[in-house]
């Protein structure tokens, strides 16, 4: 006689359920989050709780105002975006490009050669279906979300000022930095300004003109400023904090005023009114490529990462340095 045996079937983990829970962290907001996904709210609220039985854990507080990531709740987003980033990277192998919904993300200071790099991928890899995002953000939110895989890349600089700090923030959140290229510094400036005229420009120069620089929120210390050099370094008595690129262009020509940056513009996005010149000083800047160093790229990062050496002004395959933070 064959005894009967008994199966216990218990409910588990899925990759819908950690995109979900992905999607409202995103979006903070449980109502918003399901007008995304295409479900009903009772029902991605039930298969969060759900999942949150299972696991043991509170991913959310919620409160009038919202929904808010817990800290046992941030841990495991992190560690949510690395199984669904890996899930991506087994359909891509497997399935081919022709399959499924292209997903990728970028983080990145404000860089006109990085936007171009992104259209490049999209014509590339658009396809019917995508999910594209680029972010461009303050300096440690770009840590953050290559660090918790809310992107796959990070675009930033380190320079001697900001080096030490930025530098012990990716090797603290297990990530890599490679170097696209070294550029001396420039000014931004409207080719109406007074300056436009001079092959190069001083600090003494700029000394009558607003100084633009993108804000930092909290993490305001010259070691996240998008500018290597800031009003510490020389006198600038007047001063303009913005968020976005094309309010900063456009004060750039109403005021008269500048930023400090690589030089390198794209007049096909930004038109013929920003131009570029050397500024007199022997500091330099070295823009790069962040990402999580257990992880293997996607093949849309390693694209990105071929357009984006391609637009940072063609400074070839030679010029490019990889830094391991050990």
């Given at each position: 006689m064959v005894?009967?045996?008994h199966?216990?079937?218990h409910?588990l983990?899925t990759?819908?359920?950690?995109?979900y829970?992905t999607a409202?962290?995103d979006?903070?907001?449980?109502?918003e989050a399901?007008r995304?996904?295409f479900?009903?709210?009772?029902s991605?609220t039930?298969?969060i709780?759900?999942l949150?039985n299972?696991?043991?854990?509170?991913i959310?507080?919620r409160?009038n105002?919202?929904?808010?990531l817990t800290?046992?709740?941030?841990?495991f987003?992190?560690?949510a975006?690395?199984?669904?980033?890996?899930?991506n990277m087994l359909?891509?192998?497997?399935k081919?490009?022709?399959?499924?919904?292209t997903?990728?993300s970028?983080s990145?200071?404000?860089?006109?050669?990085?936007?171009n790099?992104?259209?490049?991928?999209?014509?590339?890899?658009g396809?019917r279906?995508?999910d594209f995002?680029?972010r461009?953000?303050?300096?440690?939110?770009?840590i953050?979300?290559?660090?918790?895989?809310?992107s796959?890349?990070?675009?930033?600089?380190?320079?001697?000022r900001n080096e030490?700090v930025?530098?012990?923030l990716?090797?603290?959140n297990n990530l890599?930095?490679?170097?696209?290229?070294t550029?001396?510094l420039?000014?931004?400036i409207s080719?109406k300004n007074?300056?436009?005229?001079?092959?190069?420009?001083?600090?003494?120069d700029?000394?009558?003109?607003p100084?633009?620089?993108?804000?930092?929120?909290d993490f305001?210390s010259?070691y996240?400023?998008?500018?290597?050099l800031?009003e510490?370094?020389f006198?600038?008595?007047?001063k303009?904090?913005?968020?976005?690129r094309?309010?900063?262009?456009n004060?750039?020509?109403?005021l008269?005023?500048?930023?400090i940056c690589?030089?390198i513009?794209?007049?096909e996005?930004?038109?013929?009114?920003i131009?570029?010149?050397p500024?007199?000083?022997?500091e330099?800047?070295?823009v790069?490529?962040?990402r999580?160093k257990?992880?293997m790229?996607?093949?849309?990062?390693q694209a990105?990462?071929?357009?984006?050496k391609?637009?940072?002004g063609?400074?070839?395959?030679?010029?490019?340095?990889?830094?391991?933070l050990d």
């Open positions: 005894k009967s045996q199966f216990c079937y409910h983990m990759l819908q359920q950690l995109k829970v409202v962290a979006f903070h907001n449980i109502t399901s995304r996904l479900i009903s709210q009772p991605l039930a298969a709780r759900e949150e299972e696991m043991g854990i509170t959310f507080s409160t105002k919202g929904v808010t800290n046992e709740g941030d841990e987003l992190s560690y975006r690395q199984v669904l980033e890996q899930a359909e891509d192998r497997f081919g490009s022709g399959s499924g919904n997903i990728f970028v990145c200071q404000h860089y006109s050669f990085a936007v790099a992104f259209v490049d991928l999209i014509r590339q890899f396809g279906e995508y995002t680029l461009e953000t303050q300096t440690h939110e770009i953050e979300d290559v660090a918790r895989l809310k796959e890349i990070g675009v930033l600089y380190l320079s001697g030490k930025i530098s012990n990716i090797k603290k890599i930095f490679e170097a696209l290229f550029a001396p420039h000014v931004f080719s007074p300056l436009a005229g001079k092959t190069k420009i001083t600090l003494e700029l000394a009558p003109y100084y633009l620089t993108y804000e930092q929120g305001n010259f996240y400023a998008e500018e290597p800031t510490l370094d006198d600038c008595p007047r303009i904090k913005v968020r976005d094309a309010t900063l262009f004060l750039l020509i109403g008269d005023g500048y930023t690589s030089g513009i794209s007049h996005l930004n038109g013929k009114d131009i570029a010149r500024l007199e000083c022997n330099h800047m070295t790069g490529l962040i999580r257990d992880t790229p996607s093949r849309y990062a990105y990462e071929e357009a984006i391609k637009h940072s063609g400074q070839g395959e030679d010029r490019v340095e990889r830094i391991i």
